[in-house]
């Protein structure tokens, strides 16, 4: 570590002296420390070759505590800031590495992206690199490096761009949906999230099959039969202190656990909830999900008419896959760790009160006959011991709005699909997936905007105005 205090000493503004403090158990992480205070300057990751994979600088913390000042250095321009960086990829990331991104990431800092190259074809490997925050005065803010172990699949190329595109285009690549627009909503065709892809030799690419849970199953949600007590579902007693605030109304168990409504905005109600819970029994999926739309219902009504539900998240199961994946000796070595945390969060706080329960989310995605309205999509948080919710974001929509809707859209389906295709094109490319233990890299082209900054997000139905992501801006439709 000393070799790396030396080089990472240098990086810092004002090269203040540090050292690099880890655990005994995991070396691989390492605080940046001042060498003679208890102050943290960042964090740095190494890999098991003691080479650096992520390091975070807290310029804030060495400008405050040391004697130096950003104004002692000049801005520099964006040519000197690319070569800076590409010196500190050299150093320390893998040979060969290309810039491939260059942009400006708040009013101070930038954002360099590095990747290495299919050299055929002389296409980036996204992903492959590495990730270089700088601020105008050329100091690194923060780096990630990432793998460095790959594969490229090597299909024959039958198939060009243009070949590529018409096989793409050849169906409907459009759909309608709503949109809130200020004080109304709106039709609007937005592309498809199709996550495809055209391959080497012409066929459609699925990219979903690469993905753990690949699309969202949405399913019908059933009638309410049972209704709940609200003071149920929420934990609410009658010994509970009540305080109401402006947009606000919180039941009190404690300073630390309470049930807080939050109606600061008019059109969403979000429930905080971080009342205490004994672990013991867990109720069932089905239990949850019959307590969560009962309660989506007492809110909203009608539940089972305007929204689908999304396959449910559990929020345990993260930590089974995890445990997996380790093997008896980490098991037994992590359940040590977690007994020690547990005597001294027992010392610490005997009430338990930074516990927060294991939950399941049900996301509910509203739609008006028919049609999505993504912005109304709601998510309730059920915690599997105590049957309560725990956390809520409820989007209301306004009666009125839904009155003055138009149904009726002036610009067709047909119409809105020609102008998406019209406006992209296909380039060759490498998409990554994970293979066993390391990524492979497949040969294809991916759909591109044909004019830079002109990625469509989406179309008006009613006057075909045109929106992009990159500036939002709307273009008159023309016939």
């Not at 070799?3 to 605080?31: C, N, S």
């Not at 992206?113 to 100091?139: C, H, R, W």
């Not at 990159?470 to 273009?475: A, T, W």
């Amino acid at each position: 570590m000393r070799q790396l205090e030396i080089e990472l000493r240098e990086l810092l503004i004002g090269a203040p002296p540090i050292k690099i403090m880890t655990e005994e158990e995991m070396e691989e992480f390492g605080e940046i420390v001042d060498a003679h205070r208890e102050i943290s300057y960042g964090q740095v990751e190494v890999s098991d070759e003691g080479k650096i994979t992520s390091l975070i600088i807290d310029l804030e913390a060495i400008l405050e505590n040391n004697d130096v000042s950003l104004d002692e250095y000049e801005e520099l321009s964006a040519e000197d800031l690319k070569e800076i960086a590409q010196d500190f990829v050299d150093e320390y990331g893998q040979k060969n590495l290309q810039l491939t991104s260059f942009s400006e990431w708040g009013d101070q800092t930038f954002l360099l992206t590095f990747e290495a190259m299919d050299v055929q074809y002389q296409i980036p490997l996204p992903d492959s690199g590495a990730t270089i925050e700088m601020n105008k005065q050329g100091f690194v803010l923060s780096a990630t490096f990432n793998q460095s172990y790959y594969q490229l699949t090597h299909p024959k190329l039958t198939v060009d761009a243009d070949v590529a595109l018409m096989i793409y285009k050849n169906r409907m690549l459009v759909e309608l949906a709503a949109f809130q627009q200020e004080d109304e909503i709106r039709l609007m065709y937005y592309p498809k999230n199709l996550n495809e892809v055209v391959g080497a030799n012409g066929d459609i690419i699925s990219l979903n099959q690469f993905l753990e849970n690949g699309l969202v199953e949405l399913e019908k949600v059933p009638p309410v039969m049972e209704m709940y007590d609200e003071a149920i579902l929420l934990g609410i007693t009658p010994d509970m202190n009540k305080v109401e605030e402006e947009n606000t109304v919180t039941y009190e168990q404690s300073d630390q656990h309470y049930v807080k409504f939050d109606m600061s905005d008019e059109h969403q109600l979000i429930i905080d909830s971080t009342l205490p819970f004994k672990e013991g029994d867990e109720y069932t999926l089905d239990e949850l999900r019959k307590r969560a739309i009962a309660f989506l219902e007492s809110k909203v009504g009608n539940v089972s008419e305007h929204y689908l539900l999304e396959d449910a998240f559990v929020e345990e199961d993260l930590e089974d896959d995890e445990d997996d994946e380790l093997t008896e000796e980490e098991i037994e070595m992590l359940k040590a760790l977690s007994a020690e945390d547990g005597e001294d969060e027992e010392e610490d706080d005997e009430d338990d009160s930074y516990a927060f329960e294991p939950f399941v989310t049900f996301t509910f995605h509203r739609y008006i006959n028919g049609i999505p309205l993504s912005e109304y999509t709601a998510n309730i948080d059920m915690g599997i011991y105590s049957g309560r919710v725990t956390d809520a974001v409820i989007p209301m929509l306004k009666e009125e709005h839904i009155e003055n809707m138009s149904m009726e859209p002036t610009i067709t389906l047909e119409e809105a699909n020609e102008i998406y295709k019209d406006s992209i094109k296909m380039e060759l490319a490498r998409v990554p997936y994970e293979d066993e233990e390391f990524t492979k890299y497949e040969l294809c082209y991916v759909v591109k905007e044909k004019e830079v900054g002109q990625r469509i997000e989406r179309i008006d139905a009613e006057n075909g105005n045109i929106f992009y992501y990159d500036q939002l801006d709307d273009i008159e439709y023309e016939e």
